[in-house]
């Protein structure tokens, strides 16, 4: 499985750094568990305090309509990660790769992707960078669909499977994106809200209560509805504008909603991961 020839690439991506809100602890009484925010003696002492989780979220730099920057599931993701980080209280929330599969187009330039080979090289390659650094437990996860599950799910089985005789883990935490989003969109659909994928209302909704006016063109939220295209495929691409459904009854209150169910969907999936290690 091991990727040789992506190796430079694999090092040179988890540099990368999207921007995000602003994370300063300042006068916050929070703890900082962002390692890109940490010196090496607090990584240290949280190892030591017990927090040897390493929770690694991919976010994916991709075009998301005229009304959302191609950014976000950078930004998302580094809040959600952090968030996650927070409420378990034993997890350290590692830098969020920025690209993740996908493919670039000159009619929306707003996407820049990586194949899943090279996906596939670099989660392998930082897990076990993470181990070695002295984590336990390592978590794959993601914020694009790009990936998912078979990427994921494979390195983490792999990986599992050879770290487990000394008593480290890697799991794939699946529902902070997959149950997350079928759930909210059937709670949309419930409630009357008309149907969409891309960067549509939950896309669009998350952005708006996180980053408000710096990660959103709020002026054009009326008329974010999907220009359907006849390019062949579906998804993104079958749309002129970007978008396909329909965002504009999108709200940071659906956001709110919509952010804490990925968070306490994977606080509890990976509850049950490290409760399954005690029962053995």
Same mark, same amino acid.
């Given at each position: 499985?091991?990727?040789?020839?992506?190796?430079?690439?694999?090092?040179?991506?988890?540099?990368?750094?999207?921007?995000?809100?602003?994370?300063?602890?300042?006068?916050?009484?929070?703890?900082?568990?962002?390692?890109?925010?940490?010196?090496?003696?607090?990584?240290?002492?949280?190892?030591?305090?017990?927090?040897?989780?390493?929770?690694?979220?991919?976010?994916?730099?991709?075009?998301?309509?005229?009304?959302?920057?191609?950014?976000?599931?950078?930004?998302?993701?580094?809040?959600?990660?952090?968030?996650?980080?927070?409420?378990?209280?034993?997890?350290?929330?590692?830098?969020?790769?920025?690209?993740?599969?996908?493919?670039?187009?000159?009619?929306?330039? /707003?996407?820049?992707?990586?194949?899943?080979?090279?996906?596939?090289?670099?989660?392998?390659?930082?897990?076990?960078?993470?181990?070695?650094?002295?984590?336990?437990?390592?978590?794959?996860?993601?914020?694009?669909?790009?990936?998912?599950?078979?990427?994921?799910?494979?390195?983490?089985?792999?990986?599992?499977?050879?770290?487990?005789?000394?008593?480290?883990?890697?799991?794939?935490?699946?529902?902070?994106?997959?149950?997350?989003?079928?759930?909210?969109?059937?709670?949309?659909?419930?409630?009357?809200?008309?149907?969409?994928?891309?960067?549509?209302?939950?896309?669009?909704?998350?952005?708006?209560?996180?980053?408000?006016?710096?990660?959103?063109?709020?002026?054009?939220?009326?008329?974010?509805?999907?220009?359907?295209?006849?390019?062949? /495929?579906?998804?993104?691409?079958?749309?002129?504008? /970007?978008?396909?459904?329909?965002?504009?009854?999108?709200?940071?209150?659906?956001?709110?909603?919509?952010?804490?169910?990925?968070?306490?969907?994977?606080?509890?999936?990976?509850?049950?991961?490290?409760?399954?290690?005690?029962?053995?």
């Amino acid at each position: 499985m091991r990727c040789t020839s992506f190796a430079a690439l694999a090092l040179a991506l988890v540099t990368v750094r999207a921007a995000g809100q602003s994370t300063s602890q300042g006068a916050s009484k929070e703890p900082q568990v962002e390692f890109e925010l940490m010196t090496w003696p607090e990584v240290a002492s949280a190892l030591a305090a017990g927090k040897t989780t390493a929770l690694f979220y991919t976010g994916g730099t991709e075009q998301r309509g005229p009304q959302n920057v191609n950014g976000g599931h950078n930004l998302m993701g580094r809040a959600t990660v952090r968030a996650i980080a927070l409420k378990l209280g034993n997890a350290i929330a590692m830098p969020v790769l920025p690209y993740t599969p996908n493919n670039a187009s000159a009619a929306l330039p /707003g996407t820049i992707g990586l194949t899943p080979e090279i996906l596939e090289a670099v989660l392998e390659r930082v897990a076990e960078q993470a181990i070695v650094t002295g984590f336990k437990n390592v978590i794959l996860m993601g914020d694009h669909g790009g990936g998912q599950p078979a990427v994921y799910r494979t390195v983490a089985s792999t990986l599992d499977a050879k770290y487990a005789p000394q008593g480290i883990h890697v799991y794939y935490c699946d529902e902070v994106y997959t149950k997350a989003q079928a759930d909210f969109d059937k709670w949309l659909a419930d409630h009357g809200y008309p149907p969409s994928q891309h960067a549509g209302i939950p896309d669009t909704s998350e952005m708006l209560y996180l980053g408000g006016d710096v990660w959103v063109r709020r002026e054009l939220i009326k008329t974010a509805v999907g220009e359907p295209s006849p390019a062949v /495929g579906g998804g993104p691409s079958a749309s002129r504008n /970007g978008i396909v459904g329909d965002a504009r009854r999108s709200s940071a209150e659906l956001g709110k909603m919509f952010f804490d169910m990925k968070v306490d969907y994977a606080v509890g999936q990976i509850r049950r991961f490290l409760a399954q290690q005690h029962d053995r």
